[in-house]
């Protein structure tokens, strides 16, 4: 398969894409990457040509290689969100270097300053100080695989600590998630969303919180292309294997409750290729969030595996792969000593009846498993095409004891799903247009 498009193919695309929006009716969703650019000059504001550029993983070997051009300028793209240092380096001047955060669809503006070299060289390191984002009227959370790493108890497989425990207004009612005081959330891995039809009926987080690199958590204001989901949004980018040079890590836990946690991963990198897998399993009598402080029929317990690939064909391409499989079971507490006499039911001999709630069973099982596949072609420093077509599978089936009475409950949900995204980003001037298509088609429910 041959991936190289000329550059007079580009209008070819463009116009390919916004036909394609002529007749889809969902507009695209949020993606992972962002654009950096900057410019460079000397003590007198004159631009510095061919002053070297890295862009570089805060906590990874990521890295990014650019010189400036005629104007002292330089612009990365194609950059996934996270933590990045940007470092200009250039003769008869000193180092200067910049801490930067990136978002999803954020383009940062720097400006390097550079001071004349003295006998004695200094790198000279700027930060900008945490303020509110301008650019965006949307409340937005970012958390990096150490946030989970130092957090007790968040990297469990099937918890949603680490949401609770960062994302302002993000607490656990029983056994849903709530933002904002709603329980309809969205989850996008890698950029792409993953669609649901079991909202509200899903307990666990899409993958183990250990196999993300970071998480982007928006919560409100969301502009048009976050559809309909109005409570919280979970844009996840996975670990690719570039913070791993042939390296190995098993986790093991435990604690009170018969609480387990392991973990066993694999990761390595070159210039070109990218991989990191893991396996991983769970179990604990502290499942859900009980409804008074006993803790009666919660256990608890699920395993999984997760990959993703990076693959760089040339400078133009990159292709990315991830796919993830989960199982997982909740027991579902219960009151055992129920205690509100006055609208307990009656029994037939005129004395208080025993309360239905007592001896439970009920349970649910869940599975879900997708496979997202990115092509992501950079024609320009402006001008960026993602195509991603993805498949997913997901079912919640609650169970309650056959003995149950009056009513044995059983809610079985199944849906598989098959589509893609297809983005379009560029810049001409002082504007920024993005356009395209997400869709996706309903391959089977029950």
């Known amino acids: 398969m041959n991936l190289r498009i000329r550059s007079g193919s580009l209008r070819i695309v463009l116009a390919f894409v916004l036909g394609i929006l002529t007749?889809?009716?969902?507009?695209?969703?949020?993606?992972?990457?962002?654009?950096?650019?900057?410019?460079?000059?000397?003590?007198?504001?004159?631009?510095?040509?061919?002053?070297?550029?890295?862009?570089?993983?805060?906590?990874?070997?990521?890295?990014?290689?650019?010189?400036t051009n005629d104007n002292g300028e330089f612009d990365f793209s194609a950059v996934p969100l996270g933590e990045y240092i940007v470092t200009v380096t250039v003769a008869n001047f000193q180092t200067a270097a910049q801490n930067i955060v990136l978002t999803s669809g954020s383009s940062p503006i720097l400006h390097f300053p550079m001071a004349l070299a003295s006998v004695s060289e200094q790198t000279v390191v700027t930060g900008e100080p945490v303020t509110a984002t301008m650019d965006s009227v949307t409340p937005t959370t970012l958390l990096n695989r150490l946030d989970v790493q130092e957090t007790p108890g968040a990297d469990r497989s099937n918890s949603l600590a680490i949401i609770t425990d960062y994302v302002p207004g993000a607490y656990i009612t029983h056994d849903q998630l709530h933002i904002r005081g709603g329980h309809q959330t969205s989850w996008l891995v890698d950029g792409v969303p993953v669609p649901n039809t079991n909202i509200a009926s899903n307990l666990g987080p899409q993958l183990d919180p250990k196999d993300f690199d970071y998480m982007e958590v928006n919560r409100g204001s969301y502009g048009a292309e976050f559809g309909d989901r109005t409570y919280g949004i979970f844009n996840l980018v996975p670990r690719t294997g570039f913070e791993r040079n042939n390296e190995a890590e098993l986790v093991l836990s435990g604690g009170s409750l018969y609480q387990t946690n392991a973990q066993l991963s694999f990761g390595s990198h070159t210039e070109r290729f990218a991989y990191y897998a893991s396996v991983n399993g769970n179990r604990s009598d502290l499942g859900l969030q009980p409804p008074v402080p006993q803790v009666v029929h919660d256990a608890a317990n699920g395993y999984g595996g997760f990959t993703s690939l990076i693959f760089n064909v040339d400078p133009s391409n990159q292709l990315r792969f991830v796919t993830s499989l989960r199982r997982d079971y909740y027991q579902i507490p219960y009151d055992p000593n129920p205690n509100d006499i006055e609208n307990a039911p009656i029994a037939e001999n005129g004395g208080v009846a025993q309360?239905?709630?007592?001896?439970?069973?009920?349970?649910?099982?869940?599975?879900?498993?997708?496979?997202?596949?990115?092509?992501?072609?950079?024609?320009?420093?402006?001008?960026?095409?993602?195509?991603s077509p993805f498949y997913h599978y997901n079912s919640a089936n609650f169970d309650s004891s056959p003995n149950d009475v009056p009513i044995a409950s059983t809610d079985h949900r199944t849906s598989t799903y098959a589509g893609g995204q297809v983005s379009f980003s560029t810049s001409f001037a002082r504007n920024d247009l993005q356009t395209g298509l997400y869709t996706f088609y309903l391959l089977g429910a029950s």
């Open 355 to 387: 309360y239905p709630s007592i001896g439970l069973r009920d349970g649910q099982h869940e599975g879900d498993a997708f496979v997202n596949f990115s092509w992501v072609r950079t024609f320009n420093v402006k001008t960026l095409l993602t195509i």
């Open 23 to 67: 007749v889809g009716s969902t507009t695209v969703r949020a993606e992972i990457f962002g654009n950096v650019h900057g410019i460079v000059h000397d003590p007198q504001h004159r631009p510095i040509q061919d002053a070297a550029v890295d862009l570089k993983a805060q906590r990874s070997d990521w890295v990014q290689h650019q010189k």
